[in-house]
């Protein structure tokens, strides 16, 4: 109790000459379990891959080819693994590199565990979410409390930066010389349910995109605000802003999974769909508690709809999609995760991506009886619409699961 073991990720670069060591080391789930683990994929491969050619693996400390591979035959390697186990991820490191924003500081190699955040050596998270339930008001997003909100954030977020206690003098450097924070947002599902827009549809995309383009631009304003009180981060100058835009923060916006938080401010995690409607909590004393979304319950009995009987039918379902009672309307905006099909799951990844200078955190989900197949379109569908990475998990592919 009260205590949680570090997360960690690692990043190997496709061209290492142990990447097929690295993209089944995790085939066996009792190994380095305190860890998530990606492929650093790079452009040059995924021409390889598109041409069906080969690729050159590199040592890094010589820079030398030391043995050739076909592309195609490494990313199905990468694609059977995550099928078997939800590992390796993909990260696209040169789409990283092209938004780093200080290129003159280094290159981006890796991630934090939930591959959000892009970091050069010694950086750190500073990261906040604004829960988007809270900004629902006459069937519309109130933008003029969410900017008012944006501002606080970032402000905050910044001060941040100088209140924290460093634990090495090399952090504390980096985390200052550069300022950048993410601010993101959590509760994206719960927004939705209120706007009765489905998640898996083009107009939820138009949501994603309008919300986080009004984040970063209205984040990037305080920020250059707060530059001319305070002055820019110290390796301004060299970085992609200079010399036209005095900015604070090399970085305004990331969008996190929100696990814990979200939990604390009853609302949907990051930009996930929601991953059950009701279900059974159980307690440490062996109490079995009903948990039911708090709007999807008040829709139901605004409907006259809600019993105890329906909402245990709804748990053994897993969703609303065959339960006669509901109307066809709500089935529609009610969705959860395995309503959702994968494409659609990384279309939102993508809309939230456009206007992120970090990363995105998400998942995408697959069902128990999803294909290899099924994995390999999605990876290429992500890399397709310029995400920076992917993420995804079958049903039941690991005894554990959350």
């Not at 990468?78 to 590199?97: C, H, Q, Y």
């Not at 062996?286 to 245990?312: A, N, Q």
């Not at 390999?376 to 049903?395: M, N, P, Q, S, W």
């Amino acid at each position: 109790g009260g205590r949680r073991r570090g997360a960690n990720m690692a990043v190997l670069r496709i061209d290492h000459p142990d990447i097929i060591q690295f993209i089944e080391y995790k085939n066996n789930l009792d190994k380095i379990t305190n860890f998530n683990i990606s492929v650093g994929v790079t452009e040059s491969f995924m021409k390889a891959f598109a041409d069906d050619t080969d690729y050159e693996l590199i040592n890094p400390r010589t820079n030398e080819v030391v043995e050739k591979l076909k592309a195609k035959t490494v990313f199905d390697k990468i694609v059977i693994s995550a099928w078997k186990t939800g590992e390796p991820g993909i990260i696209f490191l040169d789409r990283m590199n092209e938004d780093n924003p200080t290129p003159h500081v280094g290159e981006i190699e890796s991630t934090n565990p939930c591959g959000e955040q892009p970091l050069l050596p010694y950086e750190s998270c500073n990261l906040g979410s604004i829960n988007l339930s809270k900004f629902y008001k006459d069937g519309k997003v109130d933008y003029d409390r969410l900017g008012e909100t944006v501002d606080d954030a970032v402000h905050f977020l910044d001060n941040v930066i100088d209140a924290n206690k460093y634990p090495l003098e090399k952090i504390r450097d980096m985390t200052r010389s550069n300022r950048k924070i993410g601010l993101g947002i959590m509760g994206f599902a719960d927004l939705l349910f209120m706007l009765k827009i489905p998640y898996n549809s083009e107009d939820a995309v138009k949501v994603a995109e309008d919300i986080m383009s009004f984040i970063q631009k209205r984040g990037r304003q305080k920020s250059q605000e707060l530059a001319q009180e305070r002055g820019t981060f110290e390796n301004y100058k060299g970085s992609i802003f200079y010399p036209n835009t005095e900015i604070r923060n090399a970085t305004i916006t990331t969008i996190a999974p929100t696990g814990t938080i979200s939990i604390i401010s009853n609302c949907s995690s990051g930009i996930e769909p929601l991953f059950a409607l009701a279900y059974v909590r159980n307690v440490m004393d062996g109490t079995k508690m009903l948990e039911v979304h708090p709007y999807f319950e008040k829709v139901l009995k605004e409907r006259g709809i809600y019993s105890e009987s329906i909402m245990k039918k709804i748990i053994e379902a897993g969703s609303v999609e065959g339960i006669n009672e509901i109307p066809d309307d709500l089935k529609k905006i009610f969705v959860v995760s395995h309503d959702i099909s994968p494409s659609w799951h990384i279309r939102i990844q993508s809309a939230f991506q456009k206007y992120t200078d970090n990363a995105v955190s998400k998942t995408v989900n697959f069902p128990k009886d999803a294909t290899q197949k099924d994995v390999e379109e999605v990876f290429r569908l992500a890399y397709k619409l310029k995400c920076k990475g992917v993420t995804i998990y079958r049903d039941g592919s690991r005894n554990e699961q959350v």
